[in-house]
T-cell receptor, first 112, second 111 residues
C-alpha cells in the first residue's frame, strides 16, 4: 500500500533560520512526488513536482529534492509569510486517474 | 481568474438532509477529483473522474455520488447526511493526471 510520512508534524523557526522538512514514502512505482502549501482556510497550492531520484527544484526560498525513499523541502532564510502547512503527496503508476496519496503535513511557523 | 472554484464556501445542515457541492474548473483539464480533509487536516481522495471513467475510493459510502454535466464541472451529491460527514471538501483538477490544482474548499457542518 502506498504511504507517505511527513516529519516533523510542527516546526517553529526564527526568521532567517534555515531548516528542512522531510517526506518519506513507500510507493509501488513512483510516477511523481508533489509538494503543496496550504494556508488556513484555503485549498492546497501547488509548489513542485519531482519525478526521479536526484531531481531538484527551486522556487524563491524553497528547494525540493528527491531520493528513492524520501524527499526534502529545504527552506532557506525563511520569512513570516512562509508560515503554512506543507503537504507532500505521491502518485504511483498503479494509482487510478493520478490519485494523490497525501502525508499529514508539516505545520511551519516562522517568527519575526 | 479563478482556476478551480467551489460553491458554497460554507454549508451547515442537519442530519438526514441531502446536499450538493458544486465545482467548476476553467483550466481545460481532463480529470477532476474530490478530496475530504478531516478535523486532523488529513487529505484523502474520494473520487477521480474524467470523461471516460469514474474511480471511487472503496472507503467512500455510497451516500456520496459525483455527477459531471460536462468536462469543466464535477458536483458532489451527499444523501442522508451524518455527523461524521462534517469536514472540508476540496475539488481539484489535472491534465493527463499530473499536478493537481485545488479549489478553495467547502466546509460542511452537519448538526
Amino acid at each position: 500500500e502506498d504511504q507517505v510520512t511527513q516529519s516533523p508534524e510542527a516546526l517553529r523557526l526564527q526568521e532567517g533560520e534555515s531548516s528542512s522538512l522531510n517526506c518519506s514514502y513507500t510507493v509501488s512505482g513512483l510516477r511523481g512526488l508533489f509538494w503543496y502549501r496550504q494556508d488556513p482556510g484555503k485549498g492546497p497550492e501547488f509548489l513542485f513536482t519531482l519525478y526521479s531520484a536526484g531531481e531538484e527544484k527551486e522556487k524563491e526560498r524553497l528547494k525540493a529534492t528527491l531520493t528513492k525513499k524520501e524527499s526534502f523541502l529545504h527552506i532557506t532564510a525563511p520569512k513570516p509569510e512562509d508560515s503554512a502547512t506543507y503537504l507532500c503527496a505521491v502518485q504511483s503508476y498503479g494509482g487510478s486517474q493520478g490519485n494523490l496519496i497525501f502525508g499529514k503535513g508539516t505545520k511551519l511557523s516562522v517568527k519575526p | 481568474d479563478t482556476a478551480v472554484s467551489q460553491t458554497p464556501k460554507y454549508l451547515v445542515t442537519q442530519m438526514g438532509n441531502d446536499k450538493s457541492i458544486k465545482c467548476e474548473q476553467n483550466l481545460g483539464h481532463d480529470t477532476m477529483y474530490w478530496y475530504k480533509q478531516d478535523s486532523k487536516k488529513f487529505l484523502k481522495i474520494m473520487f477521480s473522474y474524467n470523461n471516460k471513467e469514474l474511480i471511487i475510493n472503496e472507503t467512500v459510502p455510497n451516500r456520496f455520488s459525483p455527477k459531471s454535466p460536462d468536462k469543466a464541472h464535477l458536483n458532489l451529491h451527499i444523501n442522508s447526511l451524518e455527523l461524521g460527514d462534517s469536514a472540508v471538501y476540496f475539488c481539484a483538477s489535472s491534465l493527463f493526471g499530473y499536478e493537481q490544482y485545488f479549489g478553495p474548499g467547502t466546509r460542511l457542518t452537519v448538526t
